[in-house]
C-alpha cells in the first residue's frame, strides 16, 4: 500500500471534521502527488503533540522559521509507510525524545493552514503522541528551543490550532 493508499484510507475511517475530511479527500482524489512537498496545489504533512499525561503537560517547539510555538511535524517522506508513522518520525525527530507511542484511536485533529507560494496549503494530519517516564528532550535543528507547558499554558504560549489540538487529546485521554 503506498503512503498516498494510506492517507485516503486514514482519512476515511476519520469520523471527525466531515467537511475538512472530505476537502483532504478530494484533494487526495485529483492530486496523486498531494503527499508530497512539491504538490503545489498543497499537500499533506503530518503532526504530533507530545503529551506527558503523567505530569499535565505538553511539550511544543519554537518553530524556527515561523517563530511559533507548535506540536511537532512536517512533511511526509518516501521512507514513510503510513501517515502514523510520518507523524511519530516527526515527533521523535524535533523533540529528541525516544520511546514515543501515538495515542490509539487514528488522527486527532484535522488543521487546514496556508503557507507562502508556491505550495500554498498545507493539510495537517494530527496526531498525539505520548511521552514514557522520564523523558528526555533535545532540541533539533529545526527549532529555536523546546519546552514543556501545563496544559492551562498552551493558550498563552501557542496559536488556537494548537489549543483545539490539546483539548481534542484531553479528550480522547
Not at 466531515?18 to 492530486?31: A, I, M, S
Not at 510520518?86 to 525524545?97: D, F, I, K, T, Y
Not at 528551543?145 to 489540538?165: I, K, M, P
Request: charged letters at 25%; hydrophobic letters at 40%; proline letters at 6%.
Amino acid at each position: 500500500m503506498s503512503l498516498h493508499d494510506d492517507a485516503v484510507r486514514v482519512l476515511k475511517a476519520y469520523e471527525g471534521q466531515p467537511e475538512l475530511r472530505g476537502t483532504y479527500l478530494d484533494h487526495l482524489d485529483t492530486h496523486p502527488d498531494g503527499m508530497w512537498k512539491a504538490c503545489t496545489a498543497g499537500h499533506l504533512t503530518a503532526s504530533a503533540l507530545v503529551v506527558d499525561p503523567e505530569r499535565g503537560r505538553v511539550l511544543l517547539t519554537l518553530h524556527r522559521k515561523l517563530g511559533m510555538w507548535l506540536q511537532m511535524g512536517g512533511h511526509c517522506e518516501p521512507g514513510d509507510a503510513t501517515v502514523a508513522a510520518a507523524a511519530l518520525r516527526e515527533a521523535e525527530e524535533e523533540s529528541g525524545v525516544a520511546g514515543l507511542t501515538l495515542l490509539p484511536g487514528g488522527p486527532v485533529r484535522l488543521d487546514r493552514h496556508p503557507i507562502p507560494a508556491p505550495c500554498h496549503w498545507h493539510l495537517d494530519v494530527q496526531y498525539a503522541a505520548l511521552a514514557p517516564p522520564g523523558a528526555v528532550e533535545t532540541i533539533s535543528d529545526e527549532s529555536l528551543d523546546l519546552r514543556w507547558f501545563a496544559y492551562n499554558e498552551v493558550a498563552g504560549a501557542a496559536d488556537a490550532s494548537v489549543v483545539r489540538l490539546l483539548a481534542e487529546t484531553r479528550a480522547r485521554l
